[in-house]
């Protein structure tokens, strides 16, 4: 069974820093990473992705005081947050779609996965 684990996250106050990390686990593929958030009585919001090729996007939200990387060896990813606002504090998620790279992985080219999310908070 494919498992997407976020880890990290925790609290801080405004203008500080956290780290998110994503791992998948039960699979060895090439992914797309996601990173979405989600605040109490909020839709989800997209918050930053990096493609298996590198591409890198932000929401408007968060540029210029995320970055989002990856680790293709380890089969991981990492978001980190600086320049932090109470309106970050959520649950963000971490989602994972099997890229079309690797041969054996053509069954699961286009799957996606997510994590059970991770909590940070920003205290004002």
């Known amino acids: 069974q494919v498992q997407v684990k976020e880890s990290g996250g925790g609290s801080a106050e405004t203008g500080g820093s956290l780290s998110l990390g994503c791992s998948v686990r039960?699979?060895?593929?090439?992914?797309?990473w996601s990173w979405y958030r989600q605040a109490p009585g909020k839709e989800r919001e997209f918050v930053s992705s990096?493609?298996?090729?590198?591409?890198?996007t932000y929401g408007e939200s968060v540029k210029g005081r995320f970055t989002v990387s990856q680790d293709d060896n380890a089969r991981t990813a990492s978001l980190e947050m600086s320049s932090l606002k109470p309106e970050d504090s959520a649950m963000y998620f971490c989602?994972?779609?099997?890229?079309?790279?690797?041969?054996?992985?053509?069954?699961?080219?286009?799957?996606?996965?997510w994590g059970e999310g991770t909590l940070a908070t920003v205290s004002s």
């Open positions: 989602k994972v779609t099997v890229a079309r790279w690797y041969t054996w992985c053509v069954k699961e080219y286009g799957k996606t996965y």
């Open positions: 990096i493609d298996a090729e590198g591409k890198i």
């Open positions: 039960n699979l060895v593929c090439r992914y797309d």
